[in-house]
Every structure is written in structure tokens, then in C-alpha cells.
């Protein structure tokens, strides 16, 4: 597996084999397509979840990550965060269930914060009992009886990140690897976020070593930067720094993590992660639109798409926008081409990204920048297209896609059927390039294109 099952010997790969697939012919025809990076079948399209660190978490400083406007007295720093527990995380999984599976969303998955920061003296990891009065196995169970699957926290060094603020934590996974991957696979996990917080890279290998011993399939997310291995170590790995609830900051990100394909993109069993979503999270005037060009965005790079807001809190606008089948078809695509930055009206001077190369400076809010436009490659010779207003001004923008601005194997193509993603609507029916819209500020058009052999209309 690129996550759990990479390994350097045949005979450790033809192991790996046993729990993931259904027959000897079946693992040696894996084998035979890859000698470097071994396919378990698992995040064939971008993994859709949700987590709670983004909404509800309390970071190492005690400070909330996000203060909710509708929760009294949870300013940045104040100490009076919701935080998340067993009823939260059942109050959100009810919601997912009920409104979000049916359209791809699966992966309920706990963060930072479930454990007492404590090993006992068997080195076995602690569950906080005040938190999870039935324990993480009756919560996988009580996940999976409502068609959802169970994600897990863990972290590279000797403690997790938010235990940190206790300097004799010890609830980090250094040196237990095997020892947590049994616990997790007890539990009925299928999912492990494997945060950094300090620990050294030989963990990533290790971890996944682990857990693949365990014989359940695990997907393997990692924050260990970007490099040209990682389609080799895990399914997913993060890109960017944290990213906030603020559009500059969203932008921002986004561009920090198309950088990241100079070094390596995102395929099907491995994906760029440009972080969590913040839909639902913008509190701004310009939030709904703002919860759009996230999800657009993320959607057409392949990014995982792991929801952080508060699901029993949403708006309809937020759940429109995560329901919308259009956009999901996007991230979906079996192509599994990551859409990239084509062309930008405005320049933002390079600065390191996460670990090398180099990502751009975040545009302020109000910035006179202008304009974005994204685009990557659809299955059945089609594209995808983003088309992004920058700008906080009140009046939309007209922006243009023209054939340059598509992949480069999708430019032959000079007549276009351009259906509007979110809305499922008909833009234009046999169209040429240019074609231009009106976009709102803070908002995108967000297009898919096909071939079209019909006469244009609009």
C-alpha cells in the first residue's frame, strides 16, 4: 500500500498482499504494475469525511481553534471552548449519516484531544473516560452501524500535538508503533491521521509498517511535507501549514499546495492534502461564497475533502454547496488529475512552502488582485474549470476562460458543452473559447466541460 503496505523486498510486498486482496492472481498482477509503490485499493478518489480540530479543537497554548460566534464566551484564547467528545462526535456523525453519506461523505474521525496525555505503565495508550465514557471500540461500532467509517488520531513524536501543553505527555506514538496500530485495528479504525508534532520522519515508515501487520485496511495520512516518495509512503500527506478561516488564508493555501506538484501530484491511492475544509466556517459577509471557492477549489485538486465546521450549526447554503453532486463528480473523476493554477492577474512574491520549493504570500482581503483561473483534466477527454473573483469589491468581475487556459491535452478541443458544477445547470451548449462570466466577489464559476459535437447555444 502507498500507506500501509510499501515495502522494499518482493517477499515483504507479496505479505502486504495477504489482508488487501482476494487472490494470488489478483497480488501478483498488483506486483507486477509497480515495483516502488504498492496500490492496496484504498482512496482511489480523494478520502470524504469529516473531522473535528477545525470547529472544535483546543490547541497545545489552551486556545480555541475556532471561537463560534453562536457560543458565548469562546474568544480566541479565553479557554471557553466547546472542545468535542463522544456526544459530539455522534451528534455530527447522526448529521452525516443522515444528509452527507448519500453523497459520498464516510469518514467520521476523531483529532487531538481523546486521550489523558498518558501511557499506562504497559505503555498501552489512556482514553479520557470523562470524554468517552464507552470507549473508542463502542464508538467505531456505533460509526460503522450508521454506514460510516471510524478515523483515528496519532502523532510521530512522544506526544500529540495538543498534549504538548503538558510537558510529561507521553501520548505520542514514538517507539509504540505496533503497540497503537494493535489498538487502533481493536478499535475498528479505517482511517489514521498521523500528525507530526515533533517526531522524526523514520516514524511515517514505521507506522505504516505497523499497521499493515495488523491486516486491516487502513487509510495512511501523514504530515510529512512534500516529497517526490510520498506517493510511496501514504495515501494522503499535507502540503500546507494550518489553514484558518479567513478567504486569504483559504486562497493561500490553495496556491501553497498547487506549488506542491513540482514536486509530486496527486493520483489515484495518493493525494496532495491542502489541509481541512473551512465551509461553514466563514463568518464573513461574503462567507457563503467564500464556503463555495473552498469547496470548488479543493474539489478540482484533488484535495481530500475532510469537513471541519460544525454539522448540527450549518446553513443551507453550506449544505448545498457540500451536497452538490456536480462539484463531488469533480474530486470523484477516475482520471484523478490534479487541476492547477493557470493563470493569475496578479503576482505574489515566492517564499518557501512547507518544505521547499516555493508558494506565494497570501493576497489580503480587499486586495485589488483580480482574478484566478484553475483548470485540470476530467476523464472522457473533459476538464474542469475554475474561474475565481479575488476581489471584495461589490460588483461582480468579468472573468475568461480561454484555451490556453485548459490542460494542455484537453486544447484541441474547440467546441465545448460547459455545465455549471454546482448547479448542474447548461452554461453554454456547443460553445467556442473565450467564453466569460460574471463572478461575484469572493465567489467562482465552477465548470466542467465535455466535447460537444452540437451547435452553440448559450
Not at 25 to 47: E, F, I, K, V, Y
Not at 128 to 155: C, D, E, I
Amino acid at each position: 500500500t502507498r500507506s500501509i503496505a510499501h515495502l522494499s523486498a518482493f517477499t515483504l510486498m507479496l505479505m502486504s498482499c495477504k489482508p488487501l486482496v482476494v487472490s494470488m492472481a489478483a497480488c501478483l498482477a498488483l506486483l507486477a504494475g509497480s515495483a516502488t509503490a504498492l496500490d492496496n485499493g484504498l482512496s482511489r478518489t480523494p478520502p470524504m469525511g469529516w473531522n473535528p480540530w477545525n470547529c472544535f479543537g483546543v490547541g497545545r497554548t489552551g486556545k480555541c481553534k475556532l471561537p463560534l460566534p453562536w457560543e458565548p464566551g469562546t474568544t480566541e484564547g479565553s479557554g471557553a471552548c466547546h472542545g468535542f467528545n463522544e456526544s459530539t462526535i455522534m451528534q455530527q456523525a447522526h448529521i452525516m449519516s443522515d444528509k452527507l453519506t448519500p453523497v459520498g461523505w464516510e469518514f467520521m474521525s476523531l483529532d487531538c484531544g481523546y486521550s489523558t496525555k498518558r501511557r499506562d505503565t504497559e505503555g498501552h495508550l489512556v482514553v479520557n473516560v470523562t470524554r468517552y465514557p464507552n470507549g473508542m471500540k463502542w464508538l467505531g461500532s456505533q460509526l460503522h452501524a450508521l454506514g460510516l467509517k471510524f478515523g483515528m488520531y496519532a502523532a510521530q513524536g512522544t506526544a500529540q500535538c495538543c498534549s504538548m501543553i503538558d510537558p510529561h505527555a507521553t501520548d505520542g506514538s514514538f517507539g509504540f508503533y505496533e503497540q497503537d496500530a494493535e489498538l487502533f485495528a481493536s478499535w475498528g479504525i479505517d482511517y489514521l491521521k498521523f500528525d507530526g508534532c515533533g517526531g522524526p520522519k523514520s516514524s511515517i515508515d514505521a507506522m505504516k509498517l505497523a499497521l499493515n501487520k495488523t491486516g486491516r485496511p487502513i487509510v495512511y495520512s501523514i504530515n510529512n511535507g512534500v516529497e517526490a516518495n510520498n506517493t510511496e509512503e501514504a495515501n494522503v500527506w499535507r502540503t500546507t501549514p494550518d489553514t484558518s478561516n479567513t478567504y486569504s488564508s483559504m486562497i493561500w493555501t490553495a496556491m501553497v499546495n498547487n506549488n506542491a506538484t513540482g514536486i509530486v501530484k496527486g493520483q489515484p491511492g495518493a493525494w496532495n492534502d491542502a489541509d481541512m475544509l473551512e465551509v461553514g466556517n466563514f463568518f464573513s459577509d461574503l462567507g457563503d461564497a467564500e464556503g463555495r471557492s473552498n469547496f470548488a477549489l479543493w474539489c478540482l485538486m484533488k484535495s481530500p475533502l475532510i469537513l471541519g465546521t460544525d454539522l448540527t450549526n450549518m446553513s443551507s447554503a453550506t449544505l448545498t454547496t457540500i451536497t452538490s453532486t456536480g462539484a463531488i463528480a469533480v474530486s470523484k473523476d477516475k482520471l484523478g488529475e490534479q487541476g492547477v493554477l493557470r493563470e493569475s492577474s496578479c503576482y505574489h512574491p515566492p517564499m518557501p512552502h512547507r518544505h521547499g520549493g516555493l508558494a506565494f504570500s497570501p493576497p489580503p482581503i480587499g486586495d485589488p488582485c483580480g482574478y484566478q483561473v484553475w483548470s485540470g483534466a476530467l476523464s472522457a477527454n473533459g476538464a474542469a474549470v475554475v474561474l475565481a473573483n479575488l476581489n471584495i469589491a461589490t460588483k461582480p468581475a468579468s472573468i475568461t476562460l480561454d484555451t490556453p487556459l485548459l490542460p494542455t491535452n484537453r486544447q484541441g478541443t474547440t467546441s465545448w458543452d460547459i455545465t455549471d458544477a454546482f448547479s448542474g445547470g447548461l452554461v453554454c451548449n456547443g460553445c467556442s473559447l473565450p467564453h466569460s462570466v460574471e463572478v461575484g466577489p469572493h465567489d467562482v464559476a465552477f465548470w466542467t466541460l465535455k466535447p460537444s459535437t452540437g451547435v452553440e447555444t448559450i
